[in-house]
């Protein structure tokens, strides 16, 4: 926890929700409720988990849609709380695609077959993206942050498109390094133009693998390894940003949009 840290200044926490009762009527005005008690507890933002639009479930055991109506109140709760909803929304398109010769995710899939998602058993990919879309307009005084840029890094004119339309969303950049790194320069175009709203991130802390983040944003490096084969058997180029971007996606941008950072831990 934060309190057993030896660096407690430097870490936040966000909240989450139960569903493992079902969505029940109520159950928004409830989780609403929560998440106030949350805040006040310290919690600085909600994360939904990459179940939510997939298996979570209504009392009928109905998949609960990202844009249920049930679900308002939390959504409404956090714009007036000021803390912002960072959203796991579906998962790469070629997850939602048959495992052939085709799929340039097939040696993941192969290595790790739980993490396709078949269509007669899940919502497709545009399906997800529909719903998570109306979601975020629905509530323009909330802020949300797009995990895993949205699962648009391999199509950034689409993000772009979305980010234009919607001006209360953040991309943030985990999991979708070998996106940026094989089209440099239209990422690198990218970063400077949305520099007010490009979030770093990363699933997991490892040490070993933020080198290769430092230089693909930071080196115009060419032809170089990623660090995880079966998310990408091709090579990374730097996208050399400059400096003032790299700040802002960095750290300027988490501390605009996540309370609780403090804030004299950075450059400015």
Known sequence: TIQQSEHPSRMVFFSNLDFRGGVKPGFGEMAAAQLQRDVAAG???LKFFKNFGIDVRDEHGVRVAVDD???DPVFEMAG???????MHVGEPLSFYEPVDRYNERWLELTLLPRRRLPADQY???ETMMEERNRRFARHPGTNFIAAHMGW????LGRLGDMLDRLPNVYPET?????E???QPRAAREFFIEYQDRVIFGKDTYRASEFPYYWRTFETADEYFDYYRRYHAFWKLYGMDLPEDVLRKVYYVNALKVIPGIRQEQFPM
């Open 80 to 86: 007036r709380l000021g803390v912002p909803v960072l």
């Open 174 to 178: 985990a999991a979708i390094l070998y």
């Open 69 to 71: 109506p049930e679900l």
């Open 43 to 45: 919690a600085v933002g």
């Open 123 to 125: 919502p497709g990919f």
């Open 180 to 182: 940026l790194g094989r």
């Open 152 to 155: 648009h890094a391999n199509d």
